[in-house]
């Protein structure tokens, strides 16, 4: 546990003091080192394979190794050398003991309350281990789909699965454990980009500590997951506030740069950034007049109001993916999400924010508003995955939301103002923890809130350890496969998103009393992505309660990929028959089993 704490830190650090041997402010040197590791990662590749050598992460981790120690060095000599003064105000060391108190305080203590490490709440993230998994083993390709069949389209570049490789490859220690950290400190980071554009653009810092934890509390419980989720999608949303922050004072190359960095980081939400960051430029260095950002506001609630009215003439599909109908929303439901996440008060502050902001003089405060306006309309337009949108209107949004709180506490004395502003949190609290309860009463598992079992960690460890001549291929139930690869680094098809052709197999075999017939049709599921395909492939058929869960639903539920077993499952006693049925075929070697699951090597 302490080392994966480290190593979770290793994934802000290592891309730092990489740029950080280049340029010396913070959040530039990021950024420059994410994208020289991205690069990194494909020279080596490339050379490599020319070469015809197969140390891919021993290259890397020396590499890593040395450019952290030369950065180190020369940040350590230029301060013996420049001596500089070191002048650390009481308020800031104040504001940065509170984000790191009340952040700690909503994610361990609500949060992961009953999430233990290394146990998991974000069902996304087994994705990216696996790709993380695939490009620590050499494999790499700018298209995902090409890296692993469980992408399913190109929706970003690897740039984030090569980040999240690096803590593996220097620590050799598995993702899972290293994530339940990760998130924590993207989550401190969220609440820290959240209290320094509120004391900007306000100028005020007992707002702007309402501000964050209004954001901090916030939980878009459905398609966003702004601050709680470490996602490409939510990372992209970050670095574009951080880079709002002192946008004017960035030079037009590294903005280049940040630009491609967000862009390769997630291409749809990278490029709603891409235009927000444009326009904030443009606008600020054009120095555009207040009348002009008045028509700009009057168009963009247009916007947002045709967006709305467009919800009552029908709902569309950007992609032609059976998924995508799940998430398309009525505007009702839009709106029922909203208040899960906010409250009910949303519309009341919301309102007067806007009222406050259109009536003022505030340059920043209404480009603020137009491109919430923008990004709201967007977000709640009736096309399939345009929720996602919301990953960056979260900031925006709540900064028009406080701005109306603002006016409520801005005359009151100190006094009142401390009971209102205590009031307040306490409602969003509330409304947090309501929200979370709603999010994890799917996931509950014995004690546990969560999307895995430490059962089937150790399972996943086993396979780890059991697969040395990397011939080992899973079959099982979309759940238990999606799972089982992040943790075992072996081999699916597709995981949570295999084919149509295999779950029409997997069907097949429900309840068949045959295990010839069961092999011959294991036997037809292959990996989609020919380099995949192992020649003398040993298959192990994993059979768990989520499997038998999972064979349970209706047929056209298993043909779906949006129908899943979200959380473990014990075996029934049902289960336990079939099982041991198999277990006595001379057809099936049992190579490990537990109270959850049972992994059979087809002989």
Known sequence: MLIDFFASLSFYIIPYLTGRLFVKRTFQAWILGALLWFVAYFLVSGILGVLKINYFSSVIRYLAIGICIISIAKIIFSFIKERPRINIRVSD?????????????????????????????????????????????????????????????????????????????????????????????????????????????????????????????????IVAYTTLFLLPQTLVALLTIFIILHIKEHKIGFLALVILVVTLLHYVVGILCLFVLVAFYLILRLGINLSFLNKGVLIA??????????????????????????????????????????????????????????????????????????????????????????????????????????????????????????????????????????????????????????????????????????????????????????????????????????????????????????????????DLIPDAQKQNRKILFVIGGRYFAWQRLTVEQKEKTFYNVWSPRKLMEDDIVYLDFLISSLNFKIVYRNDEIAILEVI
Do not use: C
């Open 93 to 221: 060391l104040l504001t940065g003991v509170f984000l790191t108190f009340f952040t700690s305080l909503v994610y361990f203590l609500i949060w992961k309350r009953n999430t233990p490490y290394p146990l998991q709440l974000n069902w996304d993230i087994y994705e990216h281990i696996t790709l993380a998994n695939l490009i620590v083993s050499g494999k790499l390709s700018f298209f995902t789909t090409q890296i692993s069949d469980t992408f399913t389209l190109n929706s970003y570049s690897p740039m984030f699965g090569i980040l999240l490789s690096l803590p593996k490859i220097i620590f050799q220690k598995n993702i899972l454990g290293i994530y339940w950290w990760l998130e924590y400190w993207y989550y401190l980071l969220t609440a820290l980009a959240s209290f320094m554009i509120a004391k900007r653009l306000f100028n005020d810092k007992w707002l702007a500590v309402i501000f964050t934890i209004t954001s901090s509390l916030v939980f878009e419980s």
């Open 301 to 526: 609630t247009l916007a947002l109001l045709s967006s709305i009215v467009l919800n009552f003439l029908g709902k569309w599909q950007v992609l032609e993916r059976e998924e995508a109908a799940h998430f398309n929303f009525t505007i009702l439901q839009k709106l029922g999400f909203l208040v899960d996440w906010y409250g009910i008060t949303i519309f009341i502050f919301a309102v007067i924010g806007y009222i406050k902001i259109v009536k003022g003089k505030s340059y920043s405060e209404k480009i603020i508003l137009i491109v919430a306006l923008l990004i709201f309309g967007i977000s709640f337009a009736p096309f399939s995955y345009f929720l996602k949108f919301y990953v960056l209107g979260h900031y925006f949004i709540n900064l028009i939301v406080v701005a109306g709180i603002g006016v409520l506490l801005a005359n009151l004395p100190i006094t009142l103002k401390s009971i209102g502003s205590s009031f307040l949190v306490l409602l969003l609290v509330i409304t947090f923890y309501k929200n979370q309860l709603a999010y994890k009463e799917p996931l509950r598992f014995e004690a546990y809130d969560t999307q895995i079992s430490v059962s089937e960690i150790k399972a996943g460890e086993f396979l780890s350890s059991f697969n040395k001549d990397g011939t080992a291929f899973i079959i099982s139930d979309p759940s238990l496969q999606y799972i089982l690869e992040a943790i075992s680094g072996i081999n699916t098809q597709g995981g949570a998103y295999m084919d149509l052709q295999t779950r029409i197999v997997l069907d097949s075999i429900n309840g068949v009393y045959n295990t010839e017939f069961i092999i011959n049709k294991l036997s037809e599921i292959h």
